[in-house]
């Protein structure tokens, strides 16, 4: 079981930035891909980065400006988030996927206003 915690949204303004924050609680170590999601209002669910195995995968959206990064001793995930723009906004998840099995975070709300 892993439950995780995810922290560090907002409101800002376009252009602006914001780091999100993903706690899990086991070690990450463990946990080979780790990453985040997101859901706008109407839309489906998407990715927006990962990492595993000392990869990183983005959103073609987000290349360039959002970068994700892992803290193994502090069981930690982020996410920098720059050049923010309005259609970023959305409900942002915190996805790990520990024995074949997919654990998520509540989400945090990322609202960026024009």
């Known amino acids: 079981q892993v439950q995780l915690v995810e922290s560090g949204g907002g409101l800002v303004q376009a252009g602006g930035s914001l780091r999100l924050s993903c706690a899990a609680s086991r070690t990450i170590f463990s946990i080979n891909t780790m990453g985040w999601y997101r859901q706008a209002p109407g839309k489906q669910r998407e990715l927006v980065a990962t990492t595993s195995g000392g990869g990183k995968n983005y959103a073609d959206s987000v290349k360039g400006r959002f970068t994700i990064s892992r803290d193994n001793a502090k069981s930690t995930v982020y996410l920098q988030m720059n050049s923010l723009k309005p259609e970023d906004t959305a409900v942002y998840y915190c996805?790990?996927?520990?024995?074949?099995?997919?654990?998520w975070g509540q989400g945090t709300q990322v609202t960026v206003s024009s």
């Open positions: 996805k790990a996927v520990y024995r074949w099995n997919d654990y």
